[in-house]
C-alpha cells in the first residue's frame, strides 16, 4: 500500500505560479514512479505529467509543455509539480499518482495504481 498526501493548491492569478507536493508513504520512494493528474467537473480526469522512479525521465501534456516542471526528492518520499505561467484553462482538481503497472504507459489513467484525494487548484483571469 502507498499513502500520498498532496499539498500547495489554491488560487492563483492568471500568469502567475502554483507549487504542488505529494508525500509518499508505505513503500520505499525510489521504487515508485509517479505522476500528476487534473480533473475538471464533468470531464475526464487527464494526464499532466508524470516521472520515472529515479527521477532520470519525464513527460509531460502537450498542454503543459514548457509551463509545468514535474520533479521528485527521493529522501524526503516527496513528488513536485511546478507550474508556471499558469492560465485559466488550468483550473481543475490535481490528482498525485503512484505505483505504475508498467502496462498501459505513463500517461494513462489506469497505469497508475494509488491516488491522492485531489487538491483544487483555480487560476482566475
Known amino acids: 500500500q502507498v499513502q500520498l498526501v498532496e499539498s500547495g493548491g489554491g488560487l492563483v492569478q492568471a500568469g502567475g505560479s502554483l507549487r504542488l507536493s505529494c508525500v509518499a508513504s508505505g513503500r520505499p520512494f525510489s521504487n515508485i514512479a509517479t505522476g500528476w493528474f487534473r480533473q475538471n467537473s464533468g470531464k475526464e480526469r487527464e494526464f499532466v505529467a508524470g516521472i520515472s522512479r529515479s527521477g532520470g525521465s519525464t513527460y509531460y501534456a502537450d498542454s503543459v509543455k514548457g509551463r509545468f516542471t514535474i520533479s521528485r526528492d527521493n529522501a524526503k518520499n516527496t513528488v513536485y509539480l511546478q507550474m508556471n505561467s499558469l492560465k485559466p484553462e488550468d483550473t481543475a482538481v490535481y490528482y498525485c499518482?503512484?505505483?505504475?503497472?508498467?502496462?498501459?504507459?505513463?500517461?494513462?489513467?489506469?497505469?497508475?495504481?494509488?491516488w491522492g484525494q485531489g487538491m483544487q487548484v483555480t487560476v482566475s483571469s
Open positions: 499518482a503512484a505505483d505504475r503497472t508498467y502496462v498501459y504507459g505513463p500517461s494513462a489513467l489506469y497505469e497508475y495504481r494509488y
